[in-house]
């Protein structure tokens, strides 16, 4: 019953390093997606995948990439972090038609 | 574009007392809305969906919503609180056009302390 996995739960950076946040679902979900969550600001969208084979930016991309490996799978990169990264990643998947996204626990990611 | 605002950024509730979140959103079409709830520490769980029908929504946890169209808003009420519903809430207002991801709108939150 594992739903959405995010790895690792916690990373601690320094500016200019890069990382790769891991997310795998096994719920056989089409679309999947990344948000980071802020004090105050809820959850912001920085990228999405609405099915295999196919990204798109949502509102907050820049200084962020991402691979839709497979069905189950979908990475987020951050080429040279930034203290201004620092945050909590949510990834997110959800089935066809009017269905809710499911959440993974979370990625604490802090870089000095 | 669509947008979701929680006016209260953090509630206390004594324990037996009701609750009620509010929640107004603004979307050019019928909009999809959605509450979830964070625990310290975990992910988001969702509490209750609205899409269509009827306008009062029951959801998990003994949560429900009621959707006004008139006001633009979707409210979270719980009749009596418990000790375990402290937490963070979380109101989203979806996109209902595939080509557009079915994306989420986050409110900035609810945080909820209740008090024994």
């Known amino acids: 019953n594992a739903g959405v996995t995010q790895t690792p739960k916690f990373q601690v950076l320094k500016t200019g390093q890069s990382m790769t946040l891991q997310c795998a679902q096994d719920?056989?979900?089409?679309?999947m997606y990344w948000y980071r969550q802020d004090p105050g600001m809820g959850l912001r969208l920085i990228y999405y995948s609405a099915s295999e084979g196919t990204t798109d930016k949502g509102e907050v991309p820049n200084g962020y990439n991402v691979s839709r490996l497979n069905k189950r799978e979908f990475s987020l990169r951050l080429e040279s972090a930034a203290p201004s990264q620092t945050s909590v990643y949510f990834c997110a998947s959800r089935a066809r038609g009017n269905q809710p996204q499911h959440f993974g626990d979370g990625t604490r990611l802090s870089i000095l | 574009a669509q947008s979701v605002t929680q006016p209260d950024i953090h509630i206390t509730v004594s324990e037996g007392a009701s609750l009620e979140l509010r929640c107004n959103y603004s979307?050019?079409?019928?909009?999809?809305l959605f509450w979830y709830v964070q625990s310290p520490g975990q992910g988001l769980q969702l509490l209750l969906k609205?899409?269509?029908?009827?306008?009062l929504v029951q959801g998990i946890k003994g949560f429900e919503a009621e959707f006004k169209r008139s006001q633009s808003s979707f409210n979270l009420r719980k009749p009596s609180v418990h000790w375990s519903d402290a937490a963070e809430y979380f109101c989203?207002?979806?996109?209902?056009?595939?080509?557009?991801?079915?994306?989420?709108?986050f409110g900035g939150g609810t945080r909820v302390l209740v008090k024994p």
């Open positions: 989203a207002v979806g996109s209902a056009i595939k080509a557009a991801g079915n994306k989420l709108t």
């Open positions: 609205y899409f269509s029908g009827d306008t």
């Open positions: 719920m056989n979900h089409n679309s």
């Open positions: 979307y050019g079409a019928t909009p999809y």
